[in-house]
């Protein structure tokens, strides 16, 4: 495969993998030379997927330009060799070695890495160039001679490469392996004994090579020599080293040098044919020698950043076989042809924006591969950041903080890194790297106004939402949740919490119950706005509260007075004029504005056409002339009404007495109101009548019984003491000193007289039965003369028996 392929290969992963997001990768290792739809491993199971998801996904293999050396199998979910795998024409001499594909998923789109080494097997026995090797020698060459064998080539790599050589027979040769200064190893067949051409004028050798695989395998080269008559004269190389420097960018055909050898010989055996050395096959398809002149030519491209050294040997041999050698140098010089490479060693994803001033974001190491000023590098940073680059050691760098940053001012960055070499022309390379701010609790709430107000209707329903208050948090995430929290304060005494609440997250402003307008009007309190960071943050704001007036309250009537249980009346002489004023209503509303605006109206009359009632003052007011024929009794309802909405009202009875004299005023109202009383309160006397019968009769029977067993007690202690002997008072249960039993504190005679009009009755009350039978100092004690003490005793049995049968 070509560099060019190999290359826009790399480039087409590299930009899938930018794409997309590398959901897992597995590796395999599979020997060479596997026949087709050989299993190389359950790709489901090691990838964690299922079939399902294969065949759903459209699931396919991408291998860019390289040949498809690997099948997926959906139905079973497992990958297979599609075409045999030969590891020596695939990576040559490079180990590892190993196949690299992807395997991509639609919907969602996913995309899994593939990595499939090929293992060495012996698959190939060490293989010379040649069948056979032919030289020519004198007679009369020295013993240690040595002739330059071809070196053959394993395609397998490690132990299943070359491993040895071995030369039979050996009666006159031996074999030697030189390594080089530049680690290529030379094979040599040195003479070790004479040669006689009159006993062997032809030799047959076989040049064995080893591998150390298993089986082992080798190759095999014929060596002929040809034993020559004496040729006494080697060709001399001018030079026995010959240093040439070439640029990198040299086209092929380039002359690098001539070499140049001499023969002293003559005829034929001064005939210098020039080849590279056998031992230099590595580096045959790089330069070439003329046979002829010697001309050394540069065959193929030259790069200073792989190889900066060629070493290599050139023979000249002589018609005669004898032959000398030269070592050629070429060293690459360097061009700027590399622009720098910048590597990521670490970099930060994101920084605080209190990070102090030279906070490390990034290091970067830059190289280039060039040399001298063409790997000279001086690396910027983009314009108008607050970051730049400092150079820590020798090819790498370190990205800081070079002022303030402000998440709120900008919460991202893109820094471009751009790096150029000192070559000329100059080459550069960019590389970008991404950077989030993250915030840190330095901002407090902001209210969206200096200070709110609102108002709510009175007699709203408690949790009612009045109105919203609102704060903003320039912070990110946690640091700008802002909670709202009513802050401690009071009215007149009341908490104010009993009046509103604020709901922590929303800001909303509920009232906890509910506003009277008559009791308060307006209130303010504060709220307070925190952050949910650490210090948290905060700020407060002002609220007025203003209540408006509903029109709640009716109403009232300060004039006449209503009473149930008298009556009274305005007095008209029957001589008053027109317009004579026989009252005034006077009504107030609690209410305010419009709702306490109050008018009049005469509603009911005894006759409508004597009376008026003024509409904004409330007077009463006659409209015609006073008769005798006009009935001494006349009674006036009025409404009195607010101008609320809806409208709210009371109405008042104005009783007026059209008379001259106060007799006939009197006998008048007293049967109306006999008649009122009568009518209105005869079931609650009924029933008030009930409860107090029955709760005499209780209060009766436990009397009874009290004084029963006082009256016991009191004459057994009598009957101990003989009348002489001090006496220790002694109460009853539930019995006081100063009178009382249970609940009464004081014990009452009732008389009770009835008339013919049971309606009408009368109740007396006598003077309390007192108690204070004993009296105790706590100096001295006292007797009571018995005669005394039976007397007041007689006297609460009197009235005990009273109550009693009173009840009855």
């Known amino acids: 495969m070509s560099t060019g392929t190999m290359a826009w290969g790399v480039l087409v992963l590299l930009l899938i993998h930018c794409l997309c997001s590398v959901y897992g990768q597995v590796s395999y290792s599979i020997p060479e030379e596997m026949s087709k739809g050989s299993l190389v491993g359950n790709i489901v199971q090691d990838l964690g997927l299922d079939i399902k998801r294969l065949k759903s996904g459209k699931a396919r293999i991408f291998t860019g330009d390289q040949p498809d050396y690997i099948a997926l199998d959906k139905d079973r979910g497992v990958l297979l060799v599609k075409e045999r795998i030969d590891r020596e024409a695939l990576c040559g001499q490079t180990s590892p070695c190993a196949l690299h594909f992807q395997i991509i998923l639609e919907s969602p789109m996913e995309l899994y890495s593939v990595t499939v080494e090929i293992t060495d097997i012996n698959d190939n026995p060490p293989s010379f160039e040649k069948s056979e090797m032919k030289f020519e020698i004198s007679e009369n060459t020295a013993v240690g001679a040595r002739f330059m064998l071809e070196i053959a080539v394993d395609p397998d790599v490690g132990t299943n490469g070359l491993q040895s050589y071995t030369l039979n027979p050996t009666d006159n040769f031996k074999l030697e392996l030189n390594q080089q200064h530049d680690g290529v190893k030379i094979v040599e067949m040195v003479l070790q004994t004479s040669l006689d051409r009159e006993k062997h004028e032809y030799m047959m050798l076989l040049l064995t090579a080893n591998d150390g695989g298993e089986p082992q395998m080798s190759g095999t080269i014929q060596i002929h020599i040809h034993i020559l008559d004496v040729n006494d004269n080697a060709p001399a190389f001018t030079q026995k080293t010959y240093k040439v420097s070439v640029r990198e960018n040299s086209s092929t055909g380039t002359r690098l040098t001539t070499v140049s050898a001499t023969d002293a010989d003559s005829g034929s055996n001064k005939i210098i044919t020039y080849s590279l050395s056998r031992g230099t096959a590595s580096i045959s398809n790089m330069f070439s020698v003329d046979g002829n002149n010697g001309e050394v030519t540069l065959m193929s491209q030259l790069d200073y950043e792989k190889v900066k050294n060629y070493q290599f040997y050139v023979e000249g041999r002589d018609e005669g076989g004898l032959l000398d050698s030269c070592k050629i140098i070429v060293d690459v010089t360097d061009v700027n042809d590399n622009s720098p490479v910048i590597s990521t060693i670490s970099k930060s994803s994101a920084t605080a924006e209190d990070a102090p001033l030279s906070t490390v974001i990034a290091m970067i190491s830059v190289n280039d591969p060039d040399s001298d000023s063409n790997g000279q590098v001086s690396c910027s940073l983009s314009e108008h950041i607050p970051f730049e680059i400092k150079p820590s050691s020798n090819r790498f760098y370190s990205i800081v903080t070079a002022s303030e940053l402000d998440r709120e001012t900008k919460s991202e960055y893109n820094i ?330 004081h014990v009452y005679n009732y008389e009770h007289y009835r008339t013919t009009d049971s309606r009408k009755s009368d109740m007396k009350y006598a003077r309390p039965c007192t108690q204070s039978i004993l009296s105790l100092d706590n100096s001295e004690a006292h007797t009571l003369p018995h005669v005394r003490n039976e007397k007041l005793i007689d006297d609460c049995d009197d009235q005990v028996r009273s109550i009693y049968f009173l009840h009855r």
């Open 416 to 745: 471009t890194v751009t790096c150029s070499d000192e070559g000329v022309p100059s080459l550069s390379s960019r590389a970008d790297l991404s950077l989030k701010i993250t915030d840190v609790n330095d901002n407090a709430p902001v209210f969206e106004k200096s200070s709110y107000e609102a108002s709510v209707l009175e007699n709203n329903s408690p949790g009612l939402s009045i109105f919203t208050v609102k704060a903003r948090d320039a912070d990110w995430n946690q640091n700008a949740r802002v909670s709202y929290i009513l802050e401690d304060s009071s009215n007149n005494g009341v908490p104010m919490s009993s009046y509103v609440s604020v709901n922590a997250e929303s800001g909303v402003v509920h009232a906890v119950r509910s506003f009277d307008y008559e009791q308060i009007k307006t209130f303010t309190f504060h709220v307070k706005a925190q952050d949910g960071g650490s210090p948290p943050l905060s700020s407060n704001v002002s609220v007025k509260i203003s209540i408006q007036d509903q029109n709640d309250n009716a109403p009232q009537v300060l004039y006449p007075v209503q009473t149930s249980s008298s009556v009274v009346a305005e007095i008209v002489p029957r001589s008053a004029d027109i317009g004579y004023l026989v009252t005034k209503v006077v009504a107030v509303d609690v209410d305010s504005g419009q709702n306490a605006w109050l008018s009049y109206k005469l509603q009911k009359a005894t006759d409508r056409a004597l009376f008026e009632v003024g509409a904004q003052n409330g007077e009463i007011r006659t409209i015609r002339q006073v008769t005798d024929k006009d009935a001494v009794k006349q009674k006036l309802t009025v409404v009195v009404e607010d101008n609320g909405q809806p409208p709210r009202s009371a109405t008042v009875n104005v009783n007026v007495a059209v008379a001259d004299s106060f007799p006939e005023v009197l006998s008048e109202f007293s049967d109306m109101s006999h008649d009122k009383e009568y009518n209105d309160n005869l079931t609650f006397y009924l029933v008030l009548a009930l409860a107090v019968v029955s709760f005499l009769f209780i209060v009766s029977i436990i009397a009874i019984l009290s004084v029963k067993c006082y009256r016991w007690k009191r004459e057994r202690m009598f009957y101990k003491s003989n009348g002489q002997l001090p006496v220790i008072p002694y109460y009853p249960p539930l019995y006081a000193d100063v009178g009382g039993t249970g609940t009464l504190q």
